[in-house]
């Protein structure tokens, strides 16, 4: 299976990439010679703008910082496809999950201020702090920095239906009382907005501001990032951007991913030239121009691994990893209409910034070539999905023709275009978020014509039969899935459920 994210809007299928460079901000000027600044600047644009050609993506910003400077500033595209306006360095975008470290700094804050203690329960500063079951009052708030709380994550964060009341953050803290537990605290990492959220109310009531004014107050004014903010009504209307969604292509999404309650998991606007700020003062371990936002010794805990998640290890909210045997300290976000990315080399006294205005762009592709550049190595050339024009050729001619494209391209264009199993498993999946549950099952079932021996495959072909409400077809793609792949899980737990209940 693949995550799912539904699209809305019409076809549209445009590429709008112009570059237009922005001014640096505060401290000081370029690093490096003239040659090396010319270099790195041709270098990353080559790469940002094949990127862009080869995803149909709207709108890119990038910044790079090096040795306390900021050494590239710049944005590529539009602002929206509808308006055509161009992006400049300084214009806002939803930053998602990146808001996470800003949370662990402000827990850190109040760490060093004697005002909360890492392993103490979170009942201790929010007594109202409950969940389904008992394990929830063994939680501590290292747990939930580092995704081991045991909590589950967001279903919904209804963009459609933001609460913006002052009391968001408590009644939301409040409304998890019937949220069952995924595990015991300190057990798996399980990556956890809830538990983000949570911290957000804890901030508050430890400080005794909103989660939102401490933010501003302690982060972001101090840094000089006058014009970020957790709060997205108080963002700069001049300096907003508009997200996209996928389908067949680009469109201008329907709502603007704001809404209280999920302030401290999600939603710092902000702009990669106001970020740069955020990306010098943390590589500076807490410092930028004189002025400390945390203690030296707060990055020990920080950018401490003290779990483990996928290939690499988590701090208190951040990840570390390695790259060429170069530590990073990154975090990457994605929610409807809007990706982004940090990543920081602090033993190369490095970091980038991505923000992008579509929720679709590869943000994997772009740190990687990003870094590898800043590595002083080549990036890997950009290729097409070829899941995009197939779709484009299936919505315009049908199945068939679409069927034939694919062939053809696979024989003749295979060096341009990026062909695998996940690719119209990606296309198959927004076609069942949208409803459309034939034309999925249509896409699905070509994929496993071309990759027969791909367990996933089948699972996702079961799961739009499953949606169809077929239960025969459904258990026999299933079980293909187990068959091809016996280490499949859900293809196994959904045997298991139709056997139980048959109908």
Known sequence: MVNRRASTGLVVLLLLVCACSGTDPAPGNRAGGAGEEVALETAIDAFIQAVMTAHDVPGVTAAVVRDGKVVYSKAFGVESIDTGAA???????????????????????????????????????????????????????????????????????????????????????????????????????????????????????????????????????????????????????DLRTVGHVWNLGPVVSEHYPYNRRHAPSSTLNSS??????????????????????????????????????????????????????????SHGGGDTGFSSYILLMPEKNTGFILASNYDRSPMGELRDGLSAILLGNEPDRPLRPISYDFARVYSEQGLDEAKAYYRQAAEERRSELLFSAGQLNTLGYDLLGQGDIDRAIDVFGFNVEIYPDVGNCYDSLGEAYLARGDRELAATNYGKALELDPDNDNARRVLAELEENPQ
């Open 272 to 329: 990669v030239h106001e970020m740069t700020r955020w990306a010098l003062a943390n590589l500076d371990r807490g410092k930028l121009d004189g002025r400390r936002i945390l203690e030296d010794s707060s990055y020990d805990e920080l950018w401490k691994p003290s779990a483990e998640m996928g290939s690499g290890g988590v701090g208190l909210s951040w990840f570390i990893g390695e790259l060429d045997g170069v530590r990073t300290i």
């Open 87 to 237: 992006l400049s360095p300084q214009h806002l975008f939803h930053f998602a999950s990146v808001s996470k470290p800003f949370v662990a700094t402000a827990v850190m804050q109040l760490v060093e201020a004697g005002k909360i203690d890492l392993d103490a329960r979170v009942t201790t500063y929010l007594p109202y702090f409950k969940l389904a079951d008992a394990g929830y009052e063994q939680i501590t708030i290292r747990q939930m920095l580092n995704h081991t709380s045991g909590m589950p994550d967001v279903n919904d964060y209804e963009w459609d239906n933001p609460q913006t009341g002052d009391e968001e953050a408590e009644r939301y803290v409040r409304a998890l009382a019937d949220e069952k537990m995924i595990g015991p605290p300190g057990g798996q990492t399980v990556y956890s907005n809830r538990a983000f959220d949570t911290l957000g109310d804890v901030i508050a009531k430890v400080s005794g501001q909103s989660f939102e004014d401490y933010m501003k107050g302690h982060i972001l004014d101090p840094l000089g990032m006058a014009e970020s903010t957790f709060f997205y009504p108080a963002t700069n209307e």
